[in-house]
Structures are given as C-alpha cells and as structure tokens.
C-alpha cells in the first residue's frame, strides 16, 4: 500500500461548480502538506502549503487538514477551464529535510 | 524572481550512455532536491542537496548521483543509462529545511525529458 492515496480520476466538473479534491496518508510523521497544480508537460506548481492541521484559504483555494484521521482536501471555488490540470498532494515529515512524497496526482478537467 | 530552471529541457540517449542534468535554484534558495517522474511510478524523491552535503536520498540504484555546488546549483548524473530510465527529472528549490523556521516549500522547475533509446 501507498504512503499517499489520492484517487487519479478524472473529475469532470462544469464551470463554476466547486472542485473537491482529497488525499489520505498513512504515515503519521508526515507534518508538511502541499498542493501542486500540473499542467500537460510542464513542472507542478506549488498551490497551498500548510503546516500541520488546520484550514487555510487562498483566493479560490482552500486547504484543510485533519492530522487526527490523515486526510488532506483542496477546494477550489468558482472553477474555471483554465483549472483543468493535474492536482498533486504531497507531504514531508521534516525530520530529515524536505524530501516529498507525493500522491499520484488527481486529473480535473473543468468543461465551460 | 527567477524561477528555477532546468538544463536541458529534452534529451536523447542511448542505452549504456551517462547523462548530466543541472538545476539553478530560486536566488537565495540553499536546498536543492530532485525528483523522477513517470507514468507508472508517479513523482519519486531522488535526493536532497542542503549546502553542498546530501541530506536525503531515496531508494534508486547507485547510478544515480547528484552534487551542489558552493553557488546552490546542483546536477544529477545517471550511469549506464537503462530504457527504464526514460523520465521527467523535476528539481525543486526552497529556501530552508524543515525545522528551521519557515521557508521550506519546494518550489519545482520545468523538468528534463529524459528518453533512452
């Protein structure tokens, strides 16, 4: 079993609806949660950042995290077409730099 | 701010040839870390380079290898290249390790294409 799960869709939402992403993790070290957005061919870029549990909300973007069942989520408000793109969780546990474990990655396409 | 940048962007080789990859961090960024991405195995750590010493390293043979440089740039070797190792090759900058104070989100270059023919 993976460290990450995060299921690779697609998830086909229309414009404007809220776009619901998820991770579940198994190791309980892990204290760093980030997301990515992947477009086709190019590198992940970093969305949202969040240490340890809690909420945090960026523009249309809003992470949460819940340490206590090992669940990390992405919410993205009012989506648009140009959203459609890979979304990557990934995590660090920090006790050893920075290293990442990533999710394998959800694909969201956003149909006007 | 510049961004990090990869050199190159795509790449051919052969079986049994080496290959060099160089990465330029995000200015004022002091860790560099290297990731393989590919369709079967997702994004797969490497190894993390903090102030030119290797601070972490994951689970891929000893073809494999990296180093920084004083400047924070850093370059990852692969040997005898393999098919298997037909990839993207992401380097991620940030500006500190974990535990010191904040700073350590990564932040991810365009990547090397990688193909081994």
């Known amino acids: 079993q993976k460290e990450v799960e995060q299921d690779p869709g697609p998830l086909s939402v229309p414009e404007g609806a809220i776009v619901s992403l998820n991770c579940t993790y198994s190791n309980s070290a892990f204290q760093y949660f980030m997301w990515y957005r992947q477009y086709s061919r190019k590198g992940p870029e970093l969305l949202m950042y969040?240490?340890?549990?809690g909420n945090k909300e960026d523009g249309r973007f809003t992470a949460q995290v819940d340490k206590s069942s090992k669940y990390i989520s992405l919410f993205i408000r009012d989506s648009q077409p140009s959203d459609s793109a890979t979304y990557l969780c990934?995590?660090?546990?920090?006790?050893?730099?920075?290293?990442?474990?990533f999710g394998g990655g959800t694909r969201v396409l956003v149909k006007p | 701010k510049a961004g990090v940048t990869q050199t190159p962007r795509y790449l051919i080789k052969t079986r049994g040839q080496q290959v060099t990859l160089s990465c330029s961090p995000i200015?004022?960024?002091?860790?560099v870390s290297w990731y393989q991405q590919t369709p079967g195995q997702g994004l797969q750590f490497l190894f993390e380079?903090?102030?030119?010493?290797?601070?972490n390293k994951g689970n891929f043979p000893g073809r494999f290898s990296g180093r920084q440089f004083s400047n924070s740039r850093s370059e990852m070797n692969v040997s005898t290249l393999e098919l298997g190792d037909s990839a993207l090759y992401l380097c991620a900058s940030s500006r500190t390790l974990a535990g010191v104070g904040a700073g350590n989100e990564q932040y991810f270059g365009p990547g090397t294409r990688l193909t081994v023919t």
């Open positions: 200015s004022g960024h002091r860790s």
């Open positions: 990934a995590m660090s546990a920090g006790a050893a730099g920075n290293k990442l474990t």
């Open positions: 969040t240490y340890s549990s």
């Open positions: 380079y903090f102030s030119e010493t290797q601070r």
